[in-house]
């Protein structure tokens, strides 16, 4: 998953040799990011920057990106929708807690009620969201021209066959706000309990399990690169942003997250106000400490460059509560529905 800034209390334990940060971005990116131990032990001697590190031989076809078709206009609504979507996240009362607000949190246990619920909440979605992720990448590799030869396809079912062998979400403590993938174990995903317990919608539960699983899928064979790469060219060049190696593939893992939490949305019609259903895909980034590290965009770009590479999840967001593209229960009472849109007005 994500990571970026750092408390002081946890400043105030961590050790000499390395900054804080720089530990932290150790640790934290080689269980999010599936280096081995081995490796993470010769960064620490040698630190030098991580995210050239993790992958280093990759021939790479090159993508063709389709022509752009990003617009002033579309750069304003996507900052309107940033702005709704944060906006939603504190009207919800089943918002995602914010990722620096996790940060600062003591560690739970694993019996914790809200950790053990979320745990329940990750096995019980697991599989709708392998699902969701391998069309995803289907979707996103056709999308990419990446689908169209043999050789292609090949590489893309392979990811996807990684995804189907997943098994398991593992409630871990000391993973506290984060979650990860080991590529030498990749039936498992690992989940700190306080992140467990931040997330408490189906929408944004989805979204984060979708991004490990895309981990997996690219596995230690790398078989996404050229699309991680692809989506991280298309998406700098909309936002301006430096977005290449493995910030591109933290990118691209977002992005299936979202892809699958809103092709979650349309399979499950509910009374909720869409743009509070697709919030939930995103709104873990609505910090108030939004830093960048090496293998990341902060936050708030996260959500920043996901609604540029797909505005018209953006333009839902800003459907002001009024149920957008997608249908709602027929047999939920409108008068419920109304009342909850006149309440959930982005500003
Ligand atoms: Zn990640």
């Not at 630190?47 to 990759?58: E, G, L, M, N």
């Not at 979708?210 to 596995?219: F, M, W, Y």
């Not at 298309?234 to 493995?246: N, P």
Request: glycine share 4%.
């Amino acid at each position: 998953m994500k990571r970026k800034s750092l408390s002081s209390f946890t400043v105030s334990v961590q050790g000499k040799t390395l900054s804080f940060r720089r530990k932290r971005l150790l640790r934290v990116t080689a269980r999010l990011c599936l280096l081995s131990i081995t490796i993470l032990a010769q960064l620490t001697l040698a630190p030098q920057p991580f995210a050239q590190d993790r992958r280093t031989s990759k021939s790479g076809a090159h993508s063709s990106t389709p022509a752009e078709t990003f617009t002033p206009a579309d750069r304003r609504l996507v900052e309107r929708a940033i702005g709704a979507t944060c906006a939603e996240r504190i009207r919800d009362p089943l918002g995602s807690m914010s990722i620096d607000e996790m940060q600062a949190r003591p560690s739970l246990p694993v019996r914790n009620p809200d950790a053990v619920s979320g745990a329940r909440r990750a096995e019980r979605l697991l599989p709708t969201t392998r699902t969701l992720v391998v069309n995803a990448i289907v979707q996103l590799a056709k999308e990419y021209d990446l689908y169209g030869t043999a050789a292609n396809r090949a590489r893309i079912n392979a990811s996807t066959a990684r995804v189907e062998a997943v098994r398991r979400v593992k409630p871990d403590v000391d993973s506290r706000d984060n979650a990860s993938v080991l590529l030498r174990e990749p039936r498992t995903i690992e989940f700190g309990t306080i992140f467990l317990a931040g997330l408490r919608s189906d929408e944004a539960m989805i979204s984060v399990l979708a991004h490990e699983l895309t981990h997996i899928a690219s596995g230690e064979a790398d078989s996404l690169r050229p699309l991680f790469r692809a989506i991280g060219r298309r998406a700098g060049t909309r936002t301006g942003l430096r977005i290449q190696g493995q910030r591109a593939e933290e990118l691209a893992c977002d992005l299936v997250g979202v892809m699958s939490a809103r092709e979650y949305i349309k399979q499950t019609p509910s009374w909720e106000p869409l743009p509070r259903r697709l919030a939930r895909a995103v709104e873990h980034n609505c910090v108030d400490d939004d830093e960048s590290d090496e293998d990341h965009l902060s936050p708030r770009n996260t959500i920043r460059a996901l609604f540029a590479l797909d505005v018209e999840m953006a333009g839902e967001v800003l459907n002001n509560g009024t149920l957008g593209v997608f249908p709602i229960s027929p047999k939920r009472t409108p008068l419920r529905a109304i009342l909850l849109t006149a309440s959930t007005c982005p500003s």
